[in-house]
């Protein structure tokens, strides 16, 4: 069992930055898939960021691409999502979720641990 806790979230004008980070508890995190995706008012929910267990390949969607960037720490457990050049459509739930082996996917239904959420919101 893995547990996910995000933190970080909060209130920011446009063009601002936020870190969010996601604690794990559990073992093997280093074998995890780690993503971020995020959930606005009335939308689906959608992949944001990943980072792959071992070698740390990175993939973005491309609304953050070139703003977002993932990262993880191996020996603190925890997982990245450094947010800059902020929009107000950037306003949503952010959740950390993990996925054991090394895939990488943008499908949040391959992701089998889910943290409760962080909301951030962008003021213009």
């Known amino acids: 069992q893995v547990r996910l806790v995000e933190s970080g979230g909060g209130l920011v004008q446009a063009g601002g930055s936020l870190r969010l980070s996601c604690a794990t508890s559990?073992?093997?995190?280093?074998?995890?898939?780690m993503a971020w995706f995020r959930q606005a008012p009335g939308k689906e929910r959608e992949f944001v960021a990943a980072?792959?267990?071992?070698?740390?390949?990175?993939t973005y969607s491309n609304s953050v691409k070139g703003r977002f960037t993932v990262a993880r720490d191996n020996a603190k457990n925890t997982v990245y999502l450094q947010m800059s050049s902020l929009k107000p459509e950037d306003t949503a739930v952010y959740y950390c979720?993990?996925?054991?082996?090394?895939?990488?996917?943008?499908?949040?239904?391959?992701?089998?641990?889910w943290g409760q959420g962080t909301q951030v919101t962008v003021s213009s």
């Open positions: 980072i792959s267990s071992g070698i740390a390949i990175r």
């Open positions: 559990g073992r093997s995190f280093s074998n995890y898939v």
């Open positions: 979720a993990a996925r054991g082996g090394t895939m990488i996917t943008r499908a949040g239904a391959n992701y089998e641990y």
